[in-house]
């Protein structure tokens, strides 16, 4: 079923994809993908939602210091992410 609701999506999600992938390489041993799927579940998870039909629209209306404050948001929620999903496969190989 298509509809106008399908072009509705939380503006965070593209982002939080890239940059998990761009810190894939600082953390060699979560390369399983539906591992980095759960980091970016829990990245996601730390951020507020943001939803928007089209990406240029919110673009659009961010001030600079506001870009600036997402990327660092993202950031942090990412090596956060990262951090707590480490510390859960390390648990889980300890039984």
Not at 31 to 50: G, Y
Not at 64 to 74: D, G, K, L, S
């Amino acid at each position: 079923m298509s509809s106008v609701f399908d072009t509705i999506h939380n503006h965070h999600e593209r982002a939080v994809f890239d940059a998990v992938q761009s810190a894939a390489s600082r953390f060699p041993h979560l390369s399983d993908p539906h591992i980095q799927a759960d980091v970016a579940c829990v990245a996601l998870n730390r951020l507020p939602p943001r939803y928007i039909r089209h990406d240029v629209d919110f673009s659009f209306y961010l001030t600079e210091r506001e870009r600036t404050e997402n990327e660092v948001a993202i950031s942090e929620a990412v090596d956060f992410a990262y951090q707590f999903v480490q510390a859960k496969v390390a648990m889980r190989a300890r039984r």
